[in-house]
């Protein structure tokens, strides 16, 4: 049976995944909730790690670790990049990358520490099964390249390197941090996101404005996609 770990970051992210079950259990754990539930077959564990990537990997690391949890789902908000993608849409991200991992003074490109590799995949057949919920109830998604940071983008600026550094679609704060502590544990993972602003000058008012909104397109659609594994 899958023990199936689904995070956000923050509690709006998961509230509306929450909202869809019934009998949860809540377990504390350094500093933070884990709510059990069974659905479908499935032994879920939901959590906000809280925001950034210090956080994420925590939550990470004690769903896989502690709760014994062998595949990973997460479920957010984002801000867009590529310009197809407007205020609400689907991201599901192919591989993820940490835009604000510097160690360029030594030579070594934008996003790399020795050890590490710039780009981390996501796992293929989550991605698959995903596409295919997508396909299925008409749902736009793009697959692409999400880019995370310790920094709530709100400039052109930023999101201009992030774009010619990395050909990122879009970015977040906690992705790339969960992508390597799955990766580094062989847990499967996908990391799901839907827009809430597209990073520039109004970015802090748009994300405000959608976050709710947004969060709860990302979360139905995982639900949509937890119904299939
Ligand atoms: N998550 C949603 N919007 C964001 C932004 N503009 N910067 C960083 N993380 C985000």
Redesign the pocket.
Known sequence: MIKLAIMGAMEEEIEPLLAHFENINVVEFADNKYYEVKYNGLEIVIAYSKIGKVFASLTAATMIEKFGCDTLLFS?????INPELKIGDLIIADKLCQHDLDITAFGHPNGYVPGGKVFVETTKSLREIAIKVANENNLKVIVGTIA??D????STER?DFIQSTFKADA???EGASVAVVCDALNVPFFIL?A?????DMD??F??DEF?KSSAKNSADYLIKIVKEL
Do not use: N, P, W, Y
């Open positions: 957010g908000v984002a801000g867009g995370t940071g920094q709530f983008v709100h999101k970015l977040e704060m996101r827009i809430s602003d597209t990073a970015a802090g748009d994300f976050l």
